[in-house]
């Protein structure tokens, strides 16, 4: 049985960081690609960042330069490094662990950015 679990996020203000943290089991880790989404209220759910088996990563043009995602296989976890945090990241983060069209989620994740 594949399960995602998150942890981390909470109340920041606006300039501060957090991490996210985000554990597989359940999977081969190794071969999947770790994703982070967000939502915000009254919003679809969005793309932050992503990482694939090796290494290669890809963030929306929203976060470049301040959210960093890295992943280490020895420990089945994806991590999401979250800079110089601004109100309008406020929002429920997801975790996701993907491939070929398989989707697992997390159960998602509070992240609160205060002016």
């Known amino acids: 049985q594949v399960q995602v679990e998150q942890s981390g996020g909470g109340l920041v203000q606006a300039g501060g960081s957090l991490r996210l943290s985000c554990t597989a089991s359940?999977?081969?880790?190794?071969?999947?690609?770790m994703e982070w989404f967000r939502q915000a209220p009254g919003k679809e759910r969005e793309f932050v960042a992503s990482?694939?088996?090796?290494?290669?990563?890809n963030y929306a043009d929203s976060v470049k330069g301040r959210f960093t995602i890295s992943r280490d296989n020895t420990k089945n976890m994806a991590y999401l490094q979250m800079n110089s945090l601004k109100p309008e990241d406020t929002a429920v983060y997801y975790c996701?662990?993907?491939?070929?069209?398989?989707?697992?989620w997390g159960q998602g994740t509070q992240v609160t950015v205060s002016s």
């Open positions: 359940g999977l081969t880790f190794s071969g999947y690609t």
């Open positions: 996701n662990a993907q491939r070929l069209g398989t989707d697992y």
């Open positions: 990482i694939n088996w090796s290494d290669s990563t």
